[in-house]
Each structure stands twice: as C-alpha cells, then as structure tokens.
C-alpha cells in the first residue's frame, strides 16, 4: 500500500487562491480523503454596511473580476425588489443579451483555453502516453464537421498557445467580450447598468453590430459541440470506469437566468409565478428529481453553517428580518440575518481550515450540500426537468434541451440536443459547459428578435424612475457563469443596514459543515479513482485536477483583505502619463 500526501495550492488555471489536500492511496488508485480551502478573506458583507443602496450593484461588481457583471445584474435584480420598480421591456431584452454574451464569453474562455489544457496532447504524454496513443488511432466521430481527424488532433489543438483551437479560442472571447460592451458599456464591471433598466441607447444599428458578432461566434459552436462529444466519449471508452471520476449524488440547482419582462415585475408577492418563466428555469435536482422550482421555496430552505470555517457564530447577533413579505418565517441561519465575524487562526483540518463558509439547503431536515454543476450541468438539467422553457430556439421537453440554431455563413441550420446524463461527474460538467454556450447563442437570437420589437414599434425607453424607501428587505437570484447567485438585502433609515451575496463557489468548493458533511468539491475528489500513469515519485494528479477544474472554480467570490485590528494599510497610485 502506497499512500501519498498531496497539496495542490494555489491550484493553477482557476481564478483565485483555492487549495486543495488529498490523502491518496496509489495501491488502490483511490482518494481517500480531500480538504477545499481558501486562504483569503474577503469583507464585502462587512462594509457594505451603511452604504447607499443605490451603489449597490458598483461595488458588488468589484467582488470579482471575471463575473462581476453576474454580481451587478443581481445586485440590480434585489434593488428592483426593494425600490418596487419595473423596468421597460426593452431594457431587460438588453440585460439578457449581455448576459448571454457573458456565458458564451467565459464558459469559452475557461472550457478552452483552461479546462482544455487538462485534456491537451502535451498534458496527455506526461500523465497518460498509452490513453495518447490510443487517441492518435480512434478517428473522431464528428471530424468531417469539426475538422479534426483523430481524437489525438483534437488533443493536440488543445496545446497551450500553439495548438490551433487555443488560439482561436481566444479570438472567439474578444468577439463576446464586444457583444457585452454593446450592451452594458464596460466588460465585466457595467457602465450602463442601473436599477430600473439601463442606460444604453437603443438602436437598430446597436443591435446589428451584436448580431453580426453572434453569427461568427455561432458557426464556430457549431463546430466545438461536436468536438468535445467526441472527446468526452472517448475517455469514457478509453478508460472504463472513468464515469466515477469527480461523480458525487445528483444535487444540482439552478436558481434561474434570463428574465422574461413579460412576466417579472420583481415582487417578493409574485417571485413564484414570474420566477418560472424565466429562460433558464430556477430549481433543485435531488437524486434526479426536480423538487422545487419555487423561488419562495428556494429562499425559505437557505441556511449558511458555519462548521470548517474562520468566523465566529451569529446565533445571538442582531435579527434583521423575522418574516419574509408573505409571512413566513425566517430563521437566524438565512442570508437576511447573517453577521459575518471573521476569526482569523491556523488551518486545522480536524477543525476549521477555510475562509469559505458553508451555504446549505434545508429539505426535510437535510442540509443538503447543493452543487452547481460548474453551472452549466445544473442550469441545463434543471431547466429539462422543468420543460417550461420553450422559445423558436430552445426547447425544455421534459427529458432533454433541444437547441436550434439559424444558418451561417459556411454551415447550415443546426439542431443540438442536450440529454439528461446518467452521472453528475468531472465530464459531464465539463460537456454542459459547451451546451450552454450554444442555449446562450440561440437564446439571443431570440432576445434580439424581442429587442428589434420594441425599436421598430419606438418603444425607446430603457429606464424606470425610483427612489429609495427608508426600510425594506429584497433578494435577487440569478445565474453567474459557474451557478446560482443570491444576493440578500436590508434597508434601514434609507441606507444598507445588511446585505450578503452567495456566490456558486460558496456553494461548491465549502468545507465540511456543522454536521460533519463535506463541500461539493471535497465530495467529487474523495473517493475518484486515480486512472493516471505515473508513479508516486512523478504524480501529478491530472484526475484530482479534472474534477476541481469541471466546477469552475472561482475563488475571490468565495472568501477581501482582513489585516486585523487597529491596522493601517496605505496604497499609494503613482500617476502616469501626467494622469
């Protein structure tokens, strides 16, 4: 028996400072054991306190900056909430078309030219040279469609900065990153985004120069879906057993994107009713079956466990909200009530190692340990199940999401459908991530035809009027790039008086909880059987990496600066250029 210890932090092509520790035993090919930490923590909850709510969704951005659009448009979603306001048609039909490109953009980016590295011809020779062979022998499936003859090209264009589709990976991303600053002004921290709508002027030509950026970008999806089927399938006839692989129970949620403002007039009163006809469906998968696609439901059931984490509990701390706007109660434990107080102390893997706390759901006295599926395996079964999204471009059939898309310049019209997989593991999160590029493609198609609707019939406006009340309580939920997106807030005297946003890396990469449950990703690693080829002396843990890398994560949403009490930290900014 051969038992290994191996530390992987900070963890490579993943944004943030995300350790992870396995006890690995190379005589039976297994993890044994896997401890998430993060090593950074970060205050957004704490001094956001007694700001004015209307800046909201400017300094949330900042929390990130890869999503920070997703923590705006959320953050503007509950402001719309507490300030009862709706926002013209035409301004949400821009909101999901940026959005839309935001997926696109960086499920691209990351599938690409990160996660692909993890399945490249140069990462295959050091870790797997007989499963490489193997590859440069099997013709590709899809070749004739993708252009790549053997699943060994296909791992080859994966090579860092030299392979062929790294490289046009990167062009792909700076054509979506265009179609966002059409629409919002500034990637990823909007320029134009407000409650009540937004400021970018509407116009025919504004809407063509997106289009004409979506259809290059959509005949190049439709070559990549195809592509990564074959290479998932391959290393599933590769390596039997691979399936196991970063699989872990089915408990997947989604908490909804793309508003219909046909239906969403942002009340806590209606969040049931217009929550579910959003474009992607709002829910939770359990054991493969949908149990709530109820936003109300979905907000009662949040409970955040402290249990691994750095912070003190908030049991006799302030009580900011006792009941919901429908009466029902709310418990210590929920966003609305949260107090964080960091307590900085040595990691401790038999008591507390992380700055990242442990968000649960409650169900039937389970605090489930939910997963996102690295966003998009959760969104697309979700939204299956629910089989209420149904637009000419993308269809929930109860099974299934058929995604249509239009002709292109060198391909004709193409139907993709994504099934319902019989694993939630390390491939099939990594393949959805591909999917939902092209449900986001089709999708604004048809927000576009939406926005179109309303210039050509001049109905111009884009924003609503507000003003802020003295007291109220508000939540958004929304879908960033790698999950559900909840964002928590309490007005008091007309400034915040409590506000909390729970990323999805809160979600997949917790610690072990009060109960003793391990996070998500600590979940999928324990117990992954180890297919690599090296010996304890060269071992890379190319399957460890797989199964972190497959949930996205993103660590400065999980954990900002603490430097303790009584400190001074001074940051001088040399101008430049007589600026």
Same mark, same amino acid.
């Not at 400017?58 to 953050?75: E, K, L, M, Q, Y």
């Not at 750095?310 to 418990?331: A, K, S």
């Not at 759901?361 to 599926?373: K, M, P, Q, R, S």
């Not at 009584?566 to 940051?571: A, E, L, N």
């Given at each position: 028996?051969?038992?290994?210890?191996?530390? /992987?932090?900070?963890?490579?092509?993943?944004?943030?400072?995300?350790?992870?520790?396995?006890?690995?035993?190379?005589?039976?090919?297994?993890?044994?054991?896997?401890?998430?930490?993060?090593?950074?923590?970060?205050?957004?909850?704490?001094?956001?306190?007694?700001?004015?709510?209307?800046?909201?969704?400017?300094?949330?951005?900042?929390?990130?900056?890869?999503?920070?659009?997703?923590?705006? +448009?959320?953050?503007?979603? +509950?402001?719309?909430?507490?300030?009862?306001?709706?926002?013209?048609?035409?301004?949400?039909?821009?909101?999901?078309?940026?959005?839309?490109?935001?997926?696109?953009?960086?499920?691209?980016?990351?599938?690409?030219?990160?996660?692909?590295?993890?399945?490249?011809?140069?990462?295959?020779?050091?870790?797997?040279?007989?499963?490489?062979?193997?590859?440069?022998?099997?013709?590709? =499936?899809?070749?004739?469609?993708?252009?790549?003859?053997?699943?060994?090209?296909?791992?080859?264009?994966?090579?860092?900065?030299?392979?062929?589709?790294?490289?046009?990976?990167?062009?792909?991303?700076?054509?979506?990153?265009?179609?966002?600053?059409?629409?919002?002004?500034?990637?990823?921290?909007?320029?134009?985004?407000?409650?009540?709508?937004?400021?970018?002027?509407?116009? $025919?030509?504004?809407?063509?120069?997106?289009?004409?950026?979506?259809?290059?970008?959509?005949?190049?999806?439709?070559?990549?879906?195809?592509?990564?089927?074959?290479?998932?399938?391959?290393?599933?006839?590769?390596?039997?057993?691979?399936?196991?692989?970063?699989?872990?129970?089915?408990?997947?949620?989604? /908490?909804?994107?793309?508003?219909? =403002?046909?239906?969403?007039?942002? +009340?806590?009163?209606?969040?049931?009713?217009?929550?579910?006809?959003?474009? $992607?469906?709002?829910?939770?998968?359990?054991?493969?079956?949908?149990?709530?696609?109820?936003?109300?439901?979905?907000?009662?059931?949040?409970?955040?466990?402290?249990?691994?984490?750095?912070?003190?509990?908030?049991?006799?701390?302030? +009580?900011?909200?006792?009941?919901?706007?429908?009466?029902?109660?709310?418990?210590?434990?929920?966003?609305?009530?949260?107090?964080?107080?960091?307590?900085?102390?040595?990691?401790?893997?038999?008591?507390?190692?992380?700055?990242?706390?442990?968000?649960?759901?409650?169900?039937?006295?389970?605090?489930?340990?939910?997963?996102?599926?690295?966003?998009?395996?959760?969104?697309? /079964?979700?939204?299956?199940?629910?089989?209420?999204?149904?637009?000419?471009?993308?269809?929930?059939?109860?099974?299934?999401?058929?995604?249509?898309? =239009?002709?292109?310049?060198?391909?004709?019209?193409?139907?993709?459908?994504?099934?319902?997989?019989? /694993?939630?593991?390390?491939?099939?999160?990594?393949?959805?991530?591909?999917?939902?590029?092209?449900?986001?493609?089709?999708?604004?198609?048809?927000?576009?035809?939406?926005?179109?609707?309303? $210039?050509?019939?001049?109905?111009?406006?884009?924003?609503?009027?507000?003003?802020?009340?003295?007291?109220?309580?508000?939540?958004?939920?929304?879908?960033?790039?790698?999950?559900?997106?909840?964002?928590?807030?309490?007005?008091?005297?007309?400034?915040?008086?409590?506000?909390?946003?729970?990323?999805?890396?809160?979600?997949?990469?917790?610690?072990?909880?009060?109960?003793?449950?391990?996070?998500?990703?600590?979940?999928?690693?324990?117990?992954?059987?180890?297919?690599?080829?090296?010996?304890?002396?060269?071992?890379?843990?190319?399957? $460890?990496?797989?199964?972190?890398?497959?949930?996205?994560?993103?660590?400065?949403?999980?954990?900002?600066?603490?430097?303790?009490?009584?400190?001074?930290?001074?940051?001088?900014?040399?101008?430049?250029?007589?600026?």
């Amino acid at each position: 028996m051969t038992i290994i210890e191996k530390s /992987w932090d900070p963890i490579t092509r993943v944004v943030g400072s995300l350790g992870i520790h396995a006890r690995i035993d190379l005589g039976t090919r297994q993890v044994l054991r896997c401890h998430s930490t993060s090593s950074i923590f970060r205050g957004y909850s704490v001094f956001m306190q007694g700001k004015d709510p209307r800046d909201a969704h400017v300094i949330t951005s900042r929390i990130c900056g890869i999503c920070g659009d997703n923590h705006a +448009t959320c953050s503007v979603y +509950t402001q719309n909430m507490a300030y009862g306001i709706q926002p013209p048609h035409l301004a949400e039909w821009i909101i999901n078309l940026a959005e839309a490109a935001e997926y696109m953009f960086d499920h691209n980016l990351y599938q690409e030219n990160l996660v692909g590295v993890d399945f490249c011809e140069r990462m295959m020779a050091e870790t797997n040279p007989s499963v490489l062979e193997l590859a440069r022998a099997t013709e590709s =499936p899809h070749g004739g469609i993708h252009g790549l003859r053997t699943i060994g090209d296909i791992m080859a264009a994966f090579n860092p900065f030299e392979g062929s589709l790294y490289q046009e990976a990167l062009q792909m991303s700076r054509l979506t990153r265009e179609m966002f600053c059409l629409m919002e002004g500034r990637h990823v921290h909007p320029s134009t985004l407000y409650p009540g709508g937004v400021g970018t002027v509407p116009s $025919v030509q504004l809407f063509n120069d997106y289009l004409v950026r979506l259809v290059r970008y959509t005949e190049f999806l439709k070559r990549m879906v195809p592509l990564h089927d074959d290479l998932f399938d391959f290393f599933y006839q590769a390596l039997p057993g691979y399936e196991e692989v970063g699989r872990r129970r089915i408990t997947l949620f989604s /908490w909804g994107s793309f508003q219909d =403002p046909e239906s969403c007039d942002f +009340t806590y009163s209606a969040m049931s009713d217009w929550g579910k006809k959003m474009f $992607v469906s709002p829910g939770i998968v359990l054991d493969g079956a949908l149990i709530t696609s109820d936003l109300v439901d979905i907000n009662l059931g949040l409970r955040i466990l402290l249990g691994s984490s750095f912070y003190e509990d908030w049991q006799d701390q302030q +009580t900011f909200v006792t009941h919901d706007p429908l009466g029902n109660p709310i418990d210590q434990r929920h966003p609305w009530n949260q107090t964080t107080l960091p307590r900085p102390q040595k990691r401790d893997f038999d008591g507390r190692y992380t700055w990242v706390m442990s968000p649960r759901w409650l169900h039937g006295g389970e605090h489930l340990a939910l997963d996102t599926g690295g966003g998009a395996l959760g969104r697309l /079964w979700v939204t299956a199940l629910a089989g209420t999204v149904s637009t000419p471009y993308v269809h929930a059939t109860g099974s299934s999401v058929r995604i249509s898309l =239009p002709r292109t310049a060198h391909l004709p019209d193409t139907v993709f459908e994504w099934r319902i997989p019989q /694993w939630s593991n390390a491939l099939e999160r990594n393949r959805a991530r591909t999917y939902f590029q092209a449900y986001s493609a089709a999708m604004a198609f048809h927000f576009l035809d939406k926005a179109m609707a309303e $210039v050509n019939a001049g109905r111009l406006d884009t924003w609503t009027p507000f003003t802020v009340p003295d007291d109220a309580i508000a939540c958004g939920f929304h879908e960033a790039v790698r999950g559900g997106l909840s964002h928590h807030m309490v007005i008091r005297d007309g400034k915040i008086a409590n506000y909390h946003p729970y990323p999805p890396t809160c979600w997949n990469t917790s610690p072990r909880d009060s109960f003793g449950t391990p996070g998500p990703c600590e979940d999928a690693v324990e117990g992954t059987p180890i297919f690599e080829e090296s010996g304890a002396d060269d071992f890379k843990g190319i399957d $460890v990496m797989r199964v972190v890398r497959s949930f996205d994560p993103c660590l400065p949403c999980g954990v900002h600066l603490y430097t303790g009490g009584g400190r001074h930290r001074q940051v001088d900014h040399l101008p430049l250029l007589g600026g």
